[in-house]
């Protein structure tokens, strides 16, 4: 799926201004069209209801120079009465450049993390006359791939990518050739190029010190896909922090593969059934959060005890309301730095490549601070 976002959204395919052109209509594709019958109107149609050359009227309606005024006025004239509409892209890529277009392509459109991303990118990219398409790959490395080739081929300005592919060596040709193409949230594999991360180590840090400090030390990570870069980080982390503190065995507890609420809760109520249940959580992700908290609220409604702590990764709506401590950070400032790299690449192409990472930090609200049996 491609999401157009900005002031003038259209379809992607180029439509049929042109820069250059013969004198008029010579066959019948060429011929005039009103625009009437389900069908756009052509370029042909004003060019011969102004009375001028084909060139002429792609002349006027790309805004170009040296038009005599007259003339300029009657193609306008003609192109407002028969509803044409000019395609900025295909102007664009008939000048031989690239169009105004950036494509991004997310991890999951479903996620409002890259609803955030999306709205920084496009906030940044406003303020530059440029516009947003917005892809979804699902996670799937295939489709990640025909996805960047597609916006490739349609000669997007820029790239930004949520990558989930374990090879990105096939954008070297397009990052060799001056196409801007930032990564967010993970770093590309095989390809050096500018990149925007959160701080997922010092997030998981303070996240499993914070739990310690309230005496737990059976804390249970759970986690989305194994393959993924930022959950392979917090996970390190995560190990390498309770190692730190002197746990046993700090993977016991750890669980990955929930890339959705209904996964998260089964390995939440999974965890808690063990005879050694783990006494606090660390979620890796905003969904996941929000599975664990149906866990643990079904858990009470059997009969539980609610003296399960739980610090989530990601901050999401309604978290305050539920005094959920998190682990957050600035989203949409993400997506504008991500941007705002691809813009100066593309004024810039001979600068090296770029990592922005951007600050975590706890958000303390309750579901972090229950005690554990250490306290």
């Known amino acids: 799926m491609m999401v157009m976002q900005g002031e003038s959204a259209g379809t992607l ?4 201004v042109r820069a250059a052109g013969s004198n008029g209509p010579t066959d019948t594709a060429a011929r005039p069209h009103s625009g009437r019958g389900g069908r756009r109107p052509t370029l042909a149609a004003v060019a011969e209801v102004a009375g001028v050359s084909l060139k002429t009227a792609s002349r006027v309606l ?15 004239e003609a192109a407002q009465r028969l509803g044409f509409r000019r ?5 664009d890529l008939a000048r031989g450049g690239s169009s105004r277009l950036v494509g991004f392509v997310t991890g999951d459109l479903a996620n409002p993390f890259y609803s955030a991303l999306a709205s920084g990118i496009e906030r940044e990219l406003r303020h530059h006359g440029l516009q947003l398409i917005t892809t979804s790959s699902d996670e799937e490395p295939e489709r990640e791939r025909s996805l960047t080739e597609a916006l490739v081929e349609r000669r997007v300005g820029a790239l930004v990518v949520t990558p989930t592919s374990t090879d990105h060596s096939s954008l070297r040709r397009e990052l060799d050739d001056g196409l801007p193409v930032v ?39 759970v986690g989305d896909v194994s393959r993924l870069w930022t959950f392979q980080e917090r996970r390190d982390e995560f190990v390498a922090t309770l190692r730190g503190a002197g746990v046993e065995d700090p993977s016991r507890y750890v ?5 959705d609420a209904e996964l998260a809760h089964a390995f939440v109520a999974e965890l808690l059934a063990m005879p050694e249940p783990p006494t606090a959580f660390v979620t890796a992700n905003n969904k996941i959060t929000v599975g664990a908290l149906h866990a643990l609220r079904d858990r009470v409604a ?40 691809a813009v100066s690449r593309a004024d810039n192409p001979e600068l ?22 250490g306290a």
């Open 13 to 16: 395919p180029p439509g049929e």
């Open 62 to 76: 790309n805004d170009e120079p040296n038009v005599a005024p007259q003339t300029r006025a009657k193609v306008q």
């Open 87 to 91: 395609n900025a892209v295909a102007a």
């Open 183 to 221: 990564f967010i949230d993970r770093p590309a594999q095989g390809v050096d190029a500018d990149t925007v991360v959160i701080d997922n180590r010092g997030g998981v840090r303070d996240a499993v010190t914070h739990l310690l400090a309230h005496g737990h030390r059976r804390i249970a990570l």
């Open 255 to 259: 669980r990955d593969g929930a890339h």
């Open 302 to 341: 059997a009969g539980g005890r609610a003296d399960v702590a739980l610090v989530g990764f990601d901050d999401f709506e309604l978290a305050d309301l539920l005094d959920v401590t998190v682990v957050g950070y600035d989203v949409v400032e993400m997506g504008r730095q991500a941007a705002a790299l």
């Open 352 to 373: 090296a490549p770029r990592l922005v990472v951007v600050p975590t930090r706890l958000v303390v609200r309750g579901t972090g601070e229950i005690p554990g049996p």
